[in-house]
Nanobody, 125 residues
């Protein structure tokens, strides 16, 4: 099973940018779809973005389209989330995961049902 470590979070003003990284070890990262999720205080964890193992199949939640960009570097076993135009409602702990979906219309899910420690993103107004 792959181990994942997220980093890059922090405190930023509204309209600012952050770049999150997720370093993977073990498992078969280069053959795994990867995704980002987030969980705000008092809310359930929600899907943010996903990227196929080849980097060409990309999916975003509607609320981040046009602002966030997911990418990956298989040589470095790392997936990134570039976040621009941040809003206070983007404040959450961000997690990465190996993901899958049963069909093209199914929601993305964590393949192993486990999560790393996440990285805190706080956007001030």
């Amino acid at each position: 099973q792959v181990q994942l470590v997220e980093s890059g979070g922090g405190l930023v003003q509204a309209g600012g940018s952050l770049r999150l990284s997720c370093a993977a070890s073990g498992g078969t990262f280069s053959r795994s779809a990867m995704g980002w999720f987030r969980q705000a205080p008092g809310k359930e964890r929600e899907f943010v973005a996903a990227i196929g193992w080849g980097g060409r199949n990309i999916d975003y939640a509607d609320f981040v389209k046009g602002r966030f960009t997911i990418s990956r570097d298989n040589a470095k076993s790392t997936v990134y989330l570039q976040m621009n135009g941040l809003k206070p409602e983007d404040t959450a702990v961000y997690y990465c995961a190996v993901v899958f979906r049963a069909t093209m219309s199914s929601p993305w899910e964590s393949t192993f049902g486990s999560w790393g420690q996440g990285t805190q993103v706080t956007v001030s107004s």
